[in-house]
Antibody, heavy 120, light 111 residues
Framework: EVQLVQSGAEVKKPGESLKISCKGS????????IGWVRQMPGKGLEWMGI????????RYSPSFQGQVTISADKSISTAYLQWSSLKASDTAMYYC?????????????WGQGTLVTVSS | QTVVTQEPSFSVSPGGTVTLTCGLS?????????PSWYQQTPGQAPRTLIY???TRSSGVPDRFSGSILGNKAALTITGAQADDESDYYC???????????FGGGTKLTVL
């Protein structure tokens, strides 16, 4: 069974750094793209970026380029989303998701979400 | 900048049929955009319903169907049930650069 299990909720102050994780299991982690999706409180879903754990090829949505860093450690089947300096506007739920096929271009197998709260 | 448009809200009676749409601020949606649809109930992660315009994801009942209607992608729910009351998001694949764009979502009420 394919599973994506995310790290727990975080409460941080503005300016702090943060790295959240998404561990994949039940499939070949290095063979499928993993993406990150943001959902701000009461708002819709936004695609942030994707990574191919096999070679760490990474693509970012123009809206998030330079704002976050996506990485992966294939030795432990885990993808990461990190911030170097959080802002209050980073407060949101973040979901990791697998892209199961490079030819049909959709998201499937969602993580449970990680709630990030940034507040002074 | 490309904007993907969805109806902000819609309502349907139990047992009824509803069609939600997904359009582009400029241009027509075609199968080349690989439209996909996701259902999200409050406090839950999204669930994949439809991909590649009209392919149901594993375990999705056949009362959910996808299509292209005119110049938009469409999600039709036939025989709506109370637990279909959710937010529904479409996503279009844009290719290189932006890759994917989500629509703003449609809040479906079943009453």
């Amino acid at each position: 069974e394919v599973q994506l299990v995310q790290s727990g909720a975080e409460v941080k102050k503005p300016g702090e750094s943060l790295k959240i994780s998404c561990k994949g299991s039940g499939y070949s982690f290095t063979s499928y793209w993993i993406g990150w999706v943001r959902q701000m409180p009461g708002k819709g879903l936004e695609w942030m970026g994707i990574i191919y754990p096999g070679d760490s090829d990474t693509r970012y949505s123009p809206s998030f380029q330079g704002q976050v860093t996506i990485s992966a450690d294939k030795s432990i089947s885990t993808a990461y989303l990190q911030w170097s300096s959080l802002k209050a506007s980073d407060t949101a739920m973040y979901y990791c998701v697998m892209i199961p096929s490079p030819t049909t271009h959709y998201f499937d197998y969602w993580g449970q979400g990680t709630l990030v709260t940034v507040s002074s | 900048q490309t904007v993907v448009t969805q109806e902000p809200s819609f309502s349907v009676s139990p047992g009824g049929t509803v069609t939600l749409t997904c359009g582009l601020s400029s241009g027509s949606v075609s199968t080349s955009y690989y439209p996909s649809w996701y259902q999200q109930t409050p406090g839950q992660a999204p669930r994949t319903l439809i991909y590649s315009t009209n392919t149901r994801s594993s375990g999705v009942p056949d009362r959910f169907s996808g299509s292209i209607l005119g110049n938009k992608a469409a999600l039709t729910i036939t025989g709506a049930q109370a637990d279909d009351e959710s937010d529904y998001y479409c996503v279009l694949y844009m290719g290189s650069g932006t890759l994917w764009v989500f629509g703003g979502g449609t809040k479906l009420t079943v009453l």
